[in-house]
């Protein structure tokens, strides 16, 4: 008896709309079509691509449900600006909806990126922007006890350092990680003793990043982080001991 003869699986294709629509996202982050611009008709748009107008009007729809493109009735698809907005907003969805990903993991994934951070806007910073990290700082000292006014200042502050870095890629996944945070910052700094000790690490690191010393301003940084894992892991239950 022969072998059985066996055939490779043959993958989905793509359907026409799909491909229709990545070609037109193609020509807009190509700059061939501009923010503000209006795509042509989807008869024009059916002609070049040589199919039916309901094909084009489900590619159009897939671009819109990407906030590409949006649909003004009377007037046409026109091109609208892809901001760092709904980057920030798809991310902190996830972050939501993702039960598995805890503190311990969104720390570690902080660890990484401020302390670099840090060490670019010590390098980059400008005298107004010092200024502002000041200006965050007494705010600090002003809200004394104020455990929601303390919170929303410590994001205030992480978020004016990425600024400071020049790279707004970093301010986009800093905010994605936001809202992750938010509940244990007002958990630790309504530890006894901690505005006082925050206050004091967001000093070392302010005036690290106004020397212009990057490693001091990245050292100052994993010190602050550190003291805020330490905080959150005091809060935690014990571990329960196995039998």
């Known amino acids: 008896?022969?072998?059985?003869?066996?055939?490779?699986?043959?993958?989905r294709m793509p359907r026409l709309s799909?491909?229709?629509a990545e070609q037109l996202l193609e020509a807009i982050v190509a700059g061939r079509f501009r923010e503000g611009d209006i795509l042509?008709?989807?008869?024009?748009?059916?002609?070049?691509?040589?199919v039916s107008r309901t094909v084009i009007?489900?590619?159009?729809?897939?671009?819109?449900?990407?906030?590409?493109?949006?649909?003004?009735?009377?007037?046409?698809?026109?091109?609208?600006?892809?901001?760092?907005?709904?980057?920030?907003?798809?991310?902190?969805?996830?972050?939501?909806?993702?039960?598995?990903?805890?503190?311990?993991?969104?720390h570690e994934v902080r660890m990484m990126l401020e302390t670099h951070v840090a060490a670019l806007a010590a390098e980059r910073s400008t005298d107004a922007e010092i200024a502002q990290l000041e200006t965050l700082m007494d705010q600090w000292?002003?809200?004394?006890?104020?455990?929601?006014?303390?919170?929303?200042?410590?994001v205030d502050f992480h978020r004016a350092i990425a600024t400071?870095?020049?790279?707004?890629?970093?301010?986009?996944?800093?905010?994605s990680i936001a809202g992750a945070l938010l509940e244990n910052r007002r958990?630790?700094?309504?530890?006894?003793?901690?505005?006082?000790?925050?206050?004091g690490e967001h000093r070392a690191v302010v005036n690290a990043i106004a020397a212009h010393d990057p490693e001091a301003a990245r050292g100052a940084m994993r010190t602050h982080?550190?003291?805020?894992?330490?905080?959150?892991?005091?809060?935690?239950p014990p571990a329960a001991a196995t039998p």
């Open 225 to 236: 982080l550190n003291g805020v894992q330490e905080a959150w892991q005091s809060q935690q």
């Open 141 to 154: 000292v002003a809200a004394g006890d104020d455990v929601a006014a303390a919170s929303q200042l410590d």
């Open 18 to 20: 799909d491909t229709i």
């Open 1 to 11: 008896m022969t072998e059985p003869v066996t055939f490779d699986r043959v993958g």
């Open 57 to 106: 009007r489900e590619a159009i729809r897939a671009l819109a449900t990407r906030g590409v493109v949006e649909v003004q009735s009377g007037r046409g698809v026109r091109v609208i600006a892809m901001d760092t907005a709904s980057v920030t907003e798809a991310m902190s969805l996830l972050l939501r909806g993702e039960s598995m990903i805890d503190f311990g993991k969104v």
């Open 187 to 199: 958990a630790t700094l309504a530890l006894e003793h901690s505005h006082a000790k925050v206050l």
């Open 40 to 50: 042509p008709s989807e008869r024009e748009l059916g002609d070049q691509f040589g």
């Open 164 to 175: 400071s870095a020049h790279n707004e890629l970093y301010l986009v996944l800093l905010d």
